[in-house]
């Protein structure tokens, strides 16, 4: 297939043609490498996060918004449609690049990740990018420095002018936008922590409740987590059955039933010492072709109303 970088470069050129419509911003940094603006500074929108959230996907999601209710409240639901899930979802959506450099820290997602390939993911999907640009989205509350901008050109074996990096703060419309689109990929990752063959998913769909924008990062982080695992709908089809599908929603973990700012509170804000299993998506259906269906978990909306604070 073609390189996941050359089309999320399409996308990041796009926004680099309409941040005056998107309303975000870019510069470039003094080696070269572009920082775009999605939430950092600027304020961005609705339909800057789903640029943001399809550039993760490297174009082969569709990505769109309808709106719905979340305990008689009305809020925007973000849906992420894939035939590729695999490669786009686990190769490239997926939040599995921690860069830290000196004082920067920034969760990385997209593409560039398939370009370093050392996620044990790769080998499961068989794929490894190769490409002389490489785009990798991060989620932080700073913009991404040049040393950073740096270590991602040497790790992904690129000129630093050739990085790409588009940045927005958790508390932003695009980080709450684009950890909306996560459900599917939140719902894969779970079959390929339990020692299900990601390659084995033929489509993922997936949806879940934009949250309201908070006033601070760890806030936004327990918001958006909650969105997902008390708010997000997921249907897979696959190919092979599995006796522990069961565990993939968030309802099968031993700390569900809290909003994620006291389950993140409880363990210091370390991620690490929190139940991986409650990072799964609310509800999942998964079609066995040739075989059944499973209906598994439940939303909870009364858990979505505490963790967005709707009156």
Known sequence: ?????????????????????????????????????????????????????????????????????????????????????????????????????????????????????????????????????????????????EAAAEQVAELADVNAESVYLPAYRTASVAGSVTAAARAAELALFRLFELGYDPTNVLTASGSAPVAPVAGDEEAAIGRTNDALAYGGRVHLTVTEDFDEFEAVPSSAADRYGKPFADIFADADWDASAVDEGVFGPAQVTIDVTGGPTYALGDVHEDLLAEGFGVA
């Not at 399809?54 to 809020?75: P, S």
């Not at 599995?96 to 790769?122: F, K, N, Q």
Request: aromatic share 8%; proline share 3%.
């Open 1 to 145: 297939m073609d390189s996941l970088n050359r089309m999320a470069l399409e996308l990041a050129d796009e926004a680099l043609e309409f941040t005056e419509e998107l309303d975000v911003g870019a510069f470039e940094l003094d080696n070269g490498a572009t920082v775009i603006d999605f939430g950092v500074e600027h304020h961005g929108g609705l339909e800057a996060g789903l640029l943001l959230a399809e550039l993760q996907t490297a174009g082969l999601a569709t990505v769109q918004t309808r709106v719905d209710e979340v305990a008689g409240a009305t809020f925007p639901h973000v849906e992420l449609a894939c035939d590729r899930p695999a490669v786009a979802l686990l190769g490239a959506q997926k939040a599995g690049w921690e860069l830290t450099v000196d004082d920067y820290e920034g969760l990385g997602s997209g593409p560039a990740r398939a370009l370093v390939a050392r996620e044990g993911e790769y080998e499961a999907i068989d794929y490894v990018d190769a490409f002389e640009f490489a785009v990798l989205a991060l989620e932080s509350d700073a913009f991404p420095t």
